[in-house]
């Protein structure tokens, strides 16, 4: 049931810290400040590349990965959709890892494309949220997530709790490394379970998010920009906001304004920028500067910070709470859901069964 919920969307964005907290517990282990992967004789250790497949919001789950996998395990990545990967004649190494990310676990690219990996002699890592899916009973490494059934044809506890069992999987593959620095590792471990909370931060921002929705709804084209693992977020929210709202939108890397789609720029177009703080934040912010040199209205999502160093001019701002950069992904994907979710209410779609979009996608 949806609760005392409007939609199942909402009550399962609501959802998120808890069942990040349930995700979470299965894969840290809180008295030696550890992060454990559920398959300990996994060799991780061993692993030279991994190549990541999903589609959609998961494939999004999945981006951030590589960037999280390269950053601290230093270990290349190899990701794209299922539906190219399959017939790219992709080249893998032989017993190399392919990581497969789903919520249902039967997505028919993403499954043809696991089947065909191992065909290629990969060993088979699925993150899945249904425990009883094809994916899940093919899997050499099982991970699953905890979100509990997601109803919403949007997805959004199961992309947080992929974030959380990816995040987990980075820092042992960091450790099967040695990469991380002394002392990192358990500061990551630390801000994890400290996610849940900071997830319950993200959702108070809920009432800023929906007093400025009617001013989004009523725009033709929306722009989303993030740099790092903020570009997957942008992304995700351009895909989230047209896949309930109808209303056109992008997600670009924020150094790629320049080289194209800033001809797009106009007041009529709002920028979502999303610039959680790090090294590059500034970079961010000087895209950012561009668009509102040419009259863009820019809605700055970032922590209180980067508010106050990048906040003025703003069409609006919706505070983050300040976070590990590893954390930073599950946190900032709340105000990109909630933004699309009172966007798409403000404009009155159906927004837990939009239009031509089914919850699982069985076909090729
Ligand atoms: C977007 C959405 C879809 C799914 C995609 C993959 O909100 O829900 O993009 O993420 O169809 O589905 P799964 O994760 O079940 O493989």
Same mark, same amino acid.
């Given at each position: 049931?949806?609760?005392?919920?409007?939609?199942?969307?909402?009550?399962?964005?609501?959802?998120?810290? %808890?069942? $990040?907290? #349930?995700?979470?517990?299965?894969?840290?282990?809180?008295?030696?400040?550890?992060?454990?992967?559920? %398959?300990?004789?996994?060799?991780?250790?061993?692993?030279?590349?991994?190549?990541?497949?999903?589609?959609?919001?998961?494939?999004?789950?999945?981006?951030?990965?590589?960037?999280?996998?390269?950053?601290?395990?230093?270990?290349?990545?190899?990701?794209?959709? !299922?539906?190219?990967?399959?017939?790219?004649?992709?080249?893998?190494?032989?017993?190399?890892?392919?990581?497969?990310?789903?919520?249902?676990?039967?997505?028919?690219?993403?499954?043809?494309?696991?089947r065909h990996a191992r065909s290629e002699g990969q060993r088979i890592a699925v993150?899945?949220?249904?425990?009883?899916? =094809?994916?899940?009973?093919?899997?050499?490494?099982?991970?699953?997530?905890?979100?509990?059934?997601?109803?919403?044809?949007?997805?959004?506890?199961?992309? =947080?709790?992929?974030?959380?069992?990816?995040?987990?999987?980075?820092?042992?593959?960091?450790?099967?490394?040695?990469?991380?620095?002394?002392?990192?590792?358990?500061?990551?471990?630390?801000?994890?379970?400290?996610?849940? @909370? !900071?997830?319950? !931060?993200?959702?108070?921002?809920?009432?800023?998010?929906?007093?400025?929705?009617? =001013?989004?709804?009523?725009?033709?084209?929306?722009?989303?920009?993030?740099?790092?693992?903020?570009?997957?977020?942008?992304?995700?929210?351009?895909?989230?906001?047209?896949?309930?709202?109808?209303?056109?939108?992008?997600?670009?890397?924020?150094?790629?304004?320049?080289?194209?789609?800033?001809?797009? *720029?106009?007041?009529?177009?709002?920028?979502? $920028? %999303?610039?959680?703080?790090g090294p590059l934040f500034d970079k961010t912010v000087s895209n950012m500067q561009?668009? #509102?040199?040419?009259?863009?209205?820019?809605?700055?999502?970032?922590?209180?910070?980067? *508010?106050? @160093?990048?906040?003025?001019?703003?069409? !609006?701002?919706?505070?983050?709470?300040?976070?590990? +950069?590893?954390?930073? +992904?599950?946190?900032?994907?709340?105000?990109?859901?909630?933004?699309?979710?009172?966007?798409?209410?403000?404009?009155?779609?159906?927004?837990?069964?939009?239009?031509?979009?089914?919850?699982?996608? =069985?076909?090729?």
């Open positions: 049931s949806k609760g005392n919920h409007r939609h199942f969307m909402l009550k399962e964005i609501y959802e998120q810290p %808890i069942v $990040v907290a #349930q995700t979470l517990r299965s894969y840290l282990q809180r008295m030696d400040d550890r992060v454990t992967l559920p %398959i300990p004789d996994f060799d991780l250790g061993a692993i030279r590349r991994v190549t990541i497949v999903a589609c959609g919001t998961s494939f999004y789950a999945g981006m951030v990965a590589k960037y999280w996998f390269e950053q601290f395990a230093r270990v290349p990545v190899d990701l794209d959709v !299922a539906s190219e990967f399959r017939y790219r004649a992709p080249v893998m190494e032989e017993g190399g890892l392919a990581l497969f990310i789903s919520q249902s676990g039967e997505t028919a690219d993403t499954l043809a494309a696991l993150v899945v949220n249904v425990p009883t899916s =094809t994916m899940a009973r093919e899997a050499d490494l099982l991970l699953p997530t905890h979100a509990g059934p997601e109803i919403g044809v949007a997805s959004t506890k199961a992309f =947080t709790c992929q974030l959380a069992v990816l995040a987990a999987l980075a820092v042992n593959l960091a450790r099967a490394k040695a990469t991380l620095a002394e002392g990192e590792e358990s500061e990551i471990v630390r801000q994890l379970a400290e996610a849940p @909370a !900071a997830l319950n !931060a993200a959702l108070a921002q809920d009432g800023a998010i929906e007093a400025m929705a009617h =001013t989004i709804a009523a725009a033709r084209d929306v722009l989303y920009l993030g740099r790092g693992t903020d570009y997957p977020l942008a992304l995700e929210g351009a895909l989230k906001l047209k896949e309930i709202s109808y209303i056109h939108a992008e997600g670009y890397a924020a150094g790629e304004m320049k080289h194209g789609p800033i001809a797009l *720029i106009d007041d009529a177009v709002p920028v979502i $920028v %999303i610039a959680s703080s561009e668009v #509102q040199a040419r009259g863009g209205k820019v809605v700055l999502i970032s922590d209180d910070e980067g *508010i106050a @160093a990048a906040g003025e001019g703003c069409l !609006a701002t919706i505070a983050m709470p300040k976070v590990h +950069p590893l954390i930073a +992904p599950l946190v900032y994907a709340i105000p990109v859901q909630l933004l699309a979710y009172h966007v798409a209410v403000a404009k009155g779609t159906d927004v837990d069964q939009p239009r031509n979009l089914a919850k699982s996608v =069985t076909v090729e």
